[in-house]
Nanobody
Framework: EVQLVESGGGSVQAGGSLRLSCAFS?????MAWFRQAPGKEREVVAQ????????????YYADSVKGRFTISGDNTRKTLYLQMNSLQPEDTAMYYC??????????????????WGQGTQVTVSS
């Protein structure tokens, strides 16, 4: 069982920045950030691969956040990060950290992720 605990959410004005953190109890080959806005389906924000040596790489970003968000990880701190810059009101959502045992080179689907955190709220005002 993998425990995931998100933190770092909050309220910011458009153009501001936030850094989300996800403390994980154990590394899994793929980790990701998803988000869900009110009345919308949950969507992937970013995914990253984690290898047995503790490295993180091969990030994927949704088009809507490319160039503004950065996903990274630190295995010594057992923490996954999401740096969010130039935030816009449409980024307002509950953000979830997720982890998967699936080893595949291609993008993973939401159903591939077995472990989920409780979420942290991000609210961006105009």
């Amino acid at each position: 069982e993998v425990q995931l605990v998100e933190s770092g959410g909050g309220s910011v004005q458009a153009g501001g920045s936030l850094r989300l953190s996800c403390a994980f109890s154990a590394r899994r080959p793929r980790m990701a950030w998803f988000r869900q806005a009110p009345g919308k389906e949950r969507e992937v924000v970013a995914q990253i691969k984690s290898d047995v040596y503790g490295g993180f790489g091969g990030p994927y970003y949704a088009d809507s956040v490319k160039g503004r968000f950065t996903i990274s990880g630190d295995n010594t701190r057992k923490t996954l990060y999401l740096q969010m810059n130039s935030l816009q009101p449409e980024d307002t959502a509950m953000y979830y950290c997720a982890a998967s045992r699936v080893i595949r080179s291609s993008l993973l689907r939401e159903v591939d992720f077995e472990y989920w955190g409780q979420g942290t709220q991000v609210t961006v005002s105009s």
